[in-house]
């Protein structure tokens, strides 16, 4: 059984800030404000979510290897 991990930590593209977050385990996330420079983050073409573009960490459903949204 695959461990599935629920933290993440998303880096800006704008202003480099990094933050750990914990991420929806059966969701995915398609918007994130930095919470320093407050850029409104969207996934990059060909990526479900926020984490799976900006973060250390794919999304649950990614990780479990489930077709995500």
Same mark, same amino acid.
């Given at each position: 059984? #695959?461990? /599935?991990? %629920? @933290?993440? /930590? /998303?880096?800006?593209? $704008?202003?480099?800030?990094?933050?750990? $977050?914990?991420?929806?385990?059966?969701? !995915?996330? &398609? &918007?994130? $404000?930095?919470? $320093?420079? =407050?850029?409104? %983050? @969207?996934? #990059? @073409? *060909?990526? !479900?979510?926020?984490?799976?573009?900006? *973060?250390?960490? @794919? !999304?649950?459903? =990614?990780?479990? *290897?489930?077709?995500?949204?």
């Amino acid at each position: 059984m #695959k461990i /599935i991990q %629920l @933290k993440s /930590i /998303i880096t800006c593209p $704008e202003c480099a800030h990094s933050q750990e $977050e914990t991420m929806p385990e059966d969701a !995915c996330t &398609f &918007f994130y $404000e930095c919470p $320093e420079c =407050k850029t409104m %983050l @969207k996934p #990059k @073409k *060909g990526d !479900c979510c926020v984490y799976c573009s900006y *973060g250390s960490a @794919k !999304c649950p459903p =990614k990780q479990s *290897g489930n077709n995500c949204c």
